[in-house]
């Protein structure tokens, strides 16, 4: 099928060619990849704080910078207004990043109500900007049995949503009760490997994508509305022009 094919129903004017030039970096890197990491618990000894402070410190490792949240004092949505320190602090801190972890213990199945509460007060759009859209997103789970993947699928559901780029891998840490020493860091094993993995793989689509994330989400529906909006009231204007000139004339 060609252009021609479907031209009645596509604008021209708005339509785009994906190439290799277009994907090119702008410009030379000049800082660090900015990664937040979310997790999900408020227990004194919270696996998926630990497990996300681990894979902080891989990330450091590989020359990221990272902010980690922490979720204690973060009102439930809606029951205090946005301009609430910790939602304040939240917002900011997703602006700031180019990539996310997101990291839940699973608990009924699915995700906490802890992690669930962050995300909600993440908006799609927030002060003329969207705060999550095209960031990259690793996902991981921790669980007090056997190994599921419950969490990390609701976790892709939510990177979904937000419009964010969720890479192919993820972890899910079983009887994590097990993985971490008295310290609090995680003790060689398979799982930990993974977690090596999946940040390597998310600093890859992080530098990847990070400079043309504008690019990335730049929607032919989006820019055929907003060039149909701009006519819209460029003919109110002049509509308006012209009234006022017919009013001074009499």
Known sequence: MTTDDFTEALDPAHFDRPNADKLAPAAPLT???????????LRARS??????????????????ETRIFD???????????ADHPKVVELRT???????????SPERHGTITGVFKCQIDW???????????QGRTLAVMQVSG???????????RVLG???????IPNQSSVAKAFEEFDETGRMKPSSYYDRVVDVMEELMKFTLLTRERRDYFTSRYSERREASLKAAVAEAADL?????????TQR
């Open 31 to 41: 800082h660090p990849p900015r990664i937040l990491l979310l997790y999900g618990s």
């Open 47 to 64: 696996y998926s704080r630990l497990l996300v402070e681990e894979a902080a410190r891989l990330l450091t490792a590989m020359g990221a």
């Open 71 to 81: 979720p204690r004092g973060l009102p439930l949505p809606d029951a205090e207004p």
């Open 93 to 103: 801190l997703s602006e700031w990043s180019e990539g996310q972890v997101w990291c």
């Open 122 to 132: 993440l908006p799609l759009e927030y002060r003329g900007i969207r705060p999550t």
């Open 145 to 155: 049995g056997s190994q599921s993947f419950n969490a990390v699928n609701t976790l």
């Open 160 to 166: 979904r949503w937000m419009r964010m780029i969720t």
């Open 239 to 247: 509509s308006a022009i012209a009234m006022a000139e017919t009013g």
